[in-house]
């Protein structure tokens, strides 16, 4: 079988970390199967839409890396991939429904939906429509429909099964009976189709053969499995990922704008960090890893290692996947990644040795936006700051160890952390002092704190200059 996985968000918002989790299994399991990953847009509902919706999710998608084989921007073989655009898809579907008698006109009005409803009122079970319509003679209903009377089209559910069994490679074996199943409507009065019609109808005609959604849709199936049904097409692969709550157990809301794709991006989380997290998200590995990279997630995901309960976001441990993400980078590649978000206005310093302020301060950072959080280590207020370095040359003791040191950084031919870090310690030996000793002062000097990054490091970044001004005014 040709795997072909969808991803089918509505352009309501920008996408957050519970629904996009949907799109990142389905572009792995594409991925994995050597299948083809599809996007469509569902955008039906104009009420719905917002502006630039469409925009925000392909940017989102973009920034994670999960791009797309078929879609609304670069089209394909089965397209187009906008629902607002394929009503005539729906409409030639709708047509063999008709003439087969597996959907019908219904005329019942609101108000006589309503009254229905109230006389059938036992208070217990769900109100559905009595299919009413469905025994309207068929010269009557080509009457009326033929003289403009409003009406829906309903699907008329076969009375000849029981039950509507569906196997959710998640969720198991799940058993609906079809007497708890109304007619439901395909096409509303006013034209428009409805969720569970457009999404059948899209999947058959695109060869869908896996649909990975949230368990939110898991009450929707049955009604598209009878659609599947109805239309002779084989059911797709069905699997329910599992609820995502917010951090405090709550479900998803607005309001936790951090967990929104695009806020990640602009704190500097790594694509791949961020869907390594997600991956987690109801997933795990059969080594219960953790920390992997896009093509060990491509290698190992499968619906199998997918759990049935809830999961929570946890920002915790969203950064420790992140910082892991991050220890993985090359210093070249992790400097180019920092660099954009450093707050130049504050830091105009930082990028003189860049590389080196990186590789100073790399192994504290979670995200490369966490930079800023940092660089006052390297570049203190430098009106404090002088004040300190005299203050901590005016013991004799001290004094000594710092000026030997700087009379070897002095004549150091080259300018590099495992050099620096020798030149430190040679000047230590000169005048018998290592250790605390030793260092202590000298990062005191440099940063103002004994404790800190690797001297040979915080040298590098620094730079002969400044690290040299900044000897002087300790040992002046
Ligand atoms: N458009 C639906 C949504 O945004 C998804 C439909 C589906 O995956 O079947 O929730």
């Known amino acids: 079988m040709t795997v072909r996985t969808r991803f089918a968000p509505s352009p309501t918002g920008r996408l957050h970390l519970g629904n996009v989790r949907a799109a990142a299994f389905n572009w792995l399991l594409a991925k994995h199967h050597g299948g083809s990953f599809v996007l469509r847009i569902e955008d039906t509902d104009a009420d719905r839409n917002v502006a630039g919706g469409e925009e925000a999710i392909l940017e989102d998608l973009s920034w994670l890396g999960l791009d797309w084989d078929e879609g609304p921007d670069i089209g394909g073989e089965y397209g187009p991939y906008r629902q607002s655009v394929r009503d005539n898809h729906?409409?030639?579907?709708?047509?063999?429904?008709?003439?087969?008698?597996?959907?019908?006109?219904?005329?019942?009005?609101?108000?006589?939906?309503?009254?229905?409803?109230?006389?059938?009122?036992?208070?217990?079970?769900a109100q559905r429509y009595s299919g009413k319509c469905r025994n309207i003679e068929i010269d009557e209903r080509f009457e009326r429909v033929s003289a403009g009377e409003a009406h829906c089209i309903r699907i008329a559910v076969p009375e000849d099964i029981q039950s509507i069994n569906i196997k959710d490679e998640i969720f198991g074996s799940i058993s609906f009976a079809t007497n708890e199943i109304e007619d439901f409507v395909v096409q509303r009065t006013d034209g428009r189709f409805t969720y569970n019609f457009a999404v059948v109808v899209d999947d058959i005609g695109m060869e869908i053969s896996h649909v990975i959604r949230g368990v939110g849709?898991?009450?929707?199936?049955?009604?598209?499995?009878?659609?599947?049904?109805?239309?002779?097409?084989?059911?797709?692969?069905?699997?329910?990922?599992?609820?995502?709550?917010?951090?405090?157990?709550?479900?998803?809301?607005?309001?936790?704008?951090?967990?929104?794709?695009?806020?990640?991006?602009?704190?500097?989380?790594?694509?791949?960090?961020?869907?390594?997290?997600?991956?987690?998200?109801?997933?795990?590995?059969?080594?219960?890893?953790?920390?992997?990279?896009?093509?060990?997630?491509i290698g190992a995901i499968g619906l199998e290692r997918v759990g049935k309960s809830d999961t929570q976001l946890d920002e915790e441990k969203l950064r420790w996947v992140s910082s892991r993400h991050l220890g993985m980078e090359e210093l070249q590649e992790i400097a180019d990644h920092v660099r954009p978000f450093v707050d130049t206005g504050m830091f105009p310093e930082a990028l003189t040795n860049f590389q080196a302020t990186v590789d100073a301060l790399r192994t504290r950072l979670s995200t490369y936006g966490d930079i800023n959080e940092h660089l006052e280590v390297l570049y203190p207020d430098e009106g404090d700051a002088e004040e300190k370095r005299q203050g901590i040359g005016s013991d004799p003791e001290v004094r000594k160890v710092l000026t030997a040191v700087q009379k070897r950084l002095i004549i150091l031919p080259a300018w590099d952390p495992e050099a620096l870090d020798q030149a430190v310690r040679a000047g230590g030996k000169d005048v018998e002092a290592r250790g605390a000793a030793l260092f202590h002062p000298v990062r005191k000097l440099l940063i103002g704190s004994e404790k800190g990054p690797d001297l040979g490091k915080i040298l590098a970044a620094l730079g002969r200059p400044e690290a040299l001004r900044r000897f002087d005014q300790g040992c002046s």
């Not at 939906?113 to 059938?120: G, R, S």
């Not at 499995?225 to 157990?249: K, Q």
């Open 90 to 125: 729906y409409l030639a579907t709708i047509q063999g429904l008709l003439e087969r008698d597996a959907a019908y006109a219904c005329f019942c009005t609101t108000e006589q939906l309503a009254a229905e409803a109230e006389e059938y009122d036992d208070g217990r079970t």
């Open 217 to 297: 849709h898991l009450s929707n199936t049955p009604k598209q499995a009878i659609l599947f049904d109805v239309l002779s097409a084989p059911r797709p692969v069905f699997g329910h990922l599992p609820t995502v709550l917010g951090a405090d157990g709550k479900k998803l809301s607005k309001r936790l704008g951090a967990t929104a794709v695009a806020e990640l991006r602009a704190q500097g989380f790594p694509p791949d960090a961020v869907l390594n997290y997600l991956s987690l998200l109801g997933w795990s590995h059969p080594e219960e890893k953790e920390v992997l990279t896009r093509s060990d997630l």
